[in-house]
């Protein structure tokens, strides 16, 4: 137990300190990309110059996102050897494709990007600069491709005599790579990206104006951080209401978690805080409709009928198909070669009870059950930030365009705090997705206990901190570097 702890720890710890700078790579390079074609279209030098700032953070951001995601990738191999065998076929190809083709065209045009303005034509930098953000997120879509596939496994089957999970013919690569869950938190991941990415720029820009300096350079980008971090409000809300309806559809407790919804029922209320509930909303969100049937921890638990007429068995049950079909697969591999029959036999059992398999190792019904209050606080932070970032976004807009933020301190002050809230808002979502999901690695097939390595509790525990004690100190040095930069600011931007 404690080598399942501290692997899931370091794992989180690694996972949450990259996404620090996933989104800002992705809302920054939208950011520069729409300020440097203003300056190519209208030709003036003053967007160059402020394209050329943000550049600088972007560079540096995207280093350190660099170095991160490669620890990631390596830990399925050190510390999740299980599940790497067993999805091996399947999770490495998106995540070969991410690093073949997106990693080197966001590689090779950042380094267009970066050191090519006085080498390159001003076409071609503009395009290297948009291609730089259509690289990230492309490595963004395979990423998130592997993980939705963690989330609803489609488009494989289990080969018995390999005990792995494969895909069979190249349709099933495509159902791989359009798996609704995928898209969806693609969409929601690379939107939320803009959002920090716009208040980043948003908070930044308040800061100069609080400071009473680069007056033309701060409004300017307020507008443009503005606007895309408002896009990307919009864009998130849309792909969040359909990560909900898979959430009900495919991952039904993680819903009843992120609600605490411990018996459902239809027209079910949704819960904005304890005490609070606005009726029906709950079935709306989860099934687009208002009398829609949505499940609890404990009907989840004992079995129910859903909005299908389709009858989902109890736990209990699925722990009892799932452990004859372990029985039966062990039964198989020791008759395949000496006993054709009994192997035939066995495999039908295998076959019959397959979708449950993971249940098997489950040691009580109650293992299904994500850590509820979690979850649920996890949810309702991400929504009241998003809220609140949005709302700020929308005012920033709207006074940076009219050109009236004298006198508006108050909102200025508000941006600049949204900057470390918009991290928090996306920690916290993605705690919802994954915390979410446990007990599994791989949703109803793989859980937690069986994914991990066969390594000590002590070596977990010592990388844990030695990769704590690192990336604390990659952090600092980011954050001073970062806001040495900002202190210093733009450079040669012509003021009104």
Known sequence: MDVIIWSRLQFAMTAAYHWLFVPLTLGLALVMAVMETIYVVRKDEFWKKTAQFWMKLFAVNFAVGIATGIILEFEFGTNWSNYSWFVGDMFGAPLAIEGILAFFMEATFFAVMFFGWNRVSKRFHLASTWLTGIGATISAYWILVANGWMQNPVGTTFNIDTVRSEMASASAFWEVIT????????????????????????????????????RKFAVKSMLIGGIVGLAGSAAVMLSGDSSGVHAAEFQPMKLAAAEGLQDGGRGAAFTIVPGIKVPKMLSILATHDMDGYVPGINDILAGYTDNDGNVIPSVAEKMTRGRAALDALAEYRAARESDPEVAAAARAVVEANMQYMGYGHLSKPEDVVPPVGVVFWAFRFMIGLGMLIALVLLLAVLFSWKDKLEGKKWLLWIAVICIPLAYLCGQCGWIVAEVGRQPWTIQGLLPVNVAISSLSADAVRTTFFVFLAVFALFLAIEIRIMIGAIRKGPEEVKED
């Open 179 to 214: 798996n609704p869950v995928a898209v969806s938190k693609f969409f929601h991941a690379v939107s939320s990206g803009w959002v920090t990415g716009g208040i980043f720029v948003v908070g930044v820009s308040a800061w100069y104006l609080l400071r009473g300096r680069n």
